[in-house]
């Protein structure tokens, strides 16, 4: 396992050091802002949707590195991807970073590196904050994405 930490950190340095889709979408059909208080991490997402399905993906912003990994992985992972499939990878991706996933890592390919997030409560929302970003720019709500007070993350964060 210790091998496999150090793998997927790599990955998460590679992508915060080098995101990948990280500029302004000029033709973007819907975007939102994303802000986390604890870590002062900010993104902007962008979509170009076509129909219902993820045409382009991408983000602005800056944070830290498991944010900026997170959202590099994130646009990465959902380029092309239908809404129902984007919204289904946010609850296993958000189930894998709390700890309450049971199992089946395979359908997440490249996001399982952030499995060792779950370790670090207070920096699951980092990982989490392009996700919800996301589900706010399918809403079509341009309000900042912040966490409801009931979202099981904060009380993982205390
Ligand atoms: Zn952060």
Request: glycine content about 10%; hydrophobic content about 35%.
């Amino acid at each position: 396992m210790a091998d496999l930490s150090g793998l997927y950190q790599e990955v998460i340095l590679d992508h915060s050091k080098r995101p990948r889709n990280f500029r302004v979408l000029e033709d973007a059909t819907t975007h939102a802002d994303g802000y986390n208080p604890l870590c002062g991490d900010r993104l902007t997402l962008y979509l170009r949707m076509n129909g219902d399905q993820i045409g382009d993906i991408a983000f602005k912003g800056s944070g830290c590195a498991i944010s900026t990994a997170s959202a590099s992985i994130l646009t990465e992972t959902l380029k092309g991807k239908t809404r129902a499939q984007a919204e289904g990878l946010f609850e296993r991706f958000h189930g894998l970073v709390t700890g309450n996933s049971n199992g089946g890592g395979a359908e997440l390919g490249k996001l399982a590196v952030f499995s060792g997030v779950s370790e670090f409560p207070a920096r699951v929302k980092c990982a989490t904050l392009a996700w919800h970003t996301l589900k706010s720019a399918l809403a079509g709500d341009a309000q900042e994405a912040t966490s409801q007070a009931d979202d099981p993350e904060d009380q993982a964060a205390r």
